[in-house]
């Protein structure tokens, strides 16, 4: 079975497990995600006819949240946060510390498809800020040097 095929058999399989529920739309775009990582920009018509909604009715819902990916993720998700909290201690400085240490903005992976960087408005560790995510690890008091640390570890690892 080809990439392609077990895509789209991916996409159908959320479709049919979830057509039916009210407001179906969002937790079939989340299903997508979860399982493929983004939504391909091809199951947009697939999911546009299952729901009876036009393909820009679809597409609006993906580009408005920024939670959804139409492009492939990179190994690791960084997640920075953007709240006032963290703010206030100096994630606007880290911010522009890992978007050059990367060299990538919000919204992109690296060209190596190692890091994809993502921002986010709370994290819900106010009291150990700034913090980070990093695919489902939680980092508190990151600094820039510390942020390089955990970059490094996560390059050598396997």
Do not use: W
């Amino acid at each position: 079975m080809t990439e392609a095929s077990t895509t789209a058999h991916t996409v159908q399989d959320v479709i049919t497990a979830l057509k039916d529920k009210p407001g179906a739309l969002l937790p079939i775009l989340h299903g997508i995600q979860d399982a493929l990582g983004y939504i391909p920009s091809d199951s947009v018509p697939v999911i546009a006819k299952a729901l009876n909604l036009s393909r820009a009715e679809v597409h609006g819902v993906i580009s408005f949240y920024h939670y959804f990916r139409d492009t492939p993720p990179g190994k690791h998700t960084i997640h920075v946060c953007r709240a006032e909290s963290c703010q206030a201690m100096g994630s606007s400085e880290l911010e522009i510390h890992v978007k050059n240490k990367l060299g990538i903005d919000y919204h992109e992976t690296t060209t190596d498809g190692q890091f994809s960087l993502e921002p986010v408005y709370c994290l819900g560790n106010c009291a150990c800020s700034p913090a980070i995510q990093i695919d489902k690890d939680f980092y508190g008091r990151v600094s820039n040097t510390c942020f390089d640390e955990i970059i490094s570890e996560l390059e050598t690892s396997v």
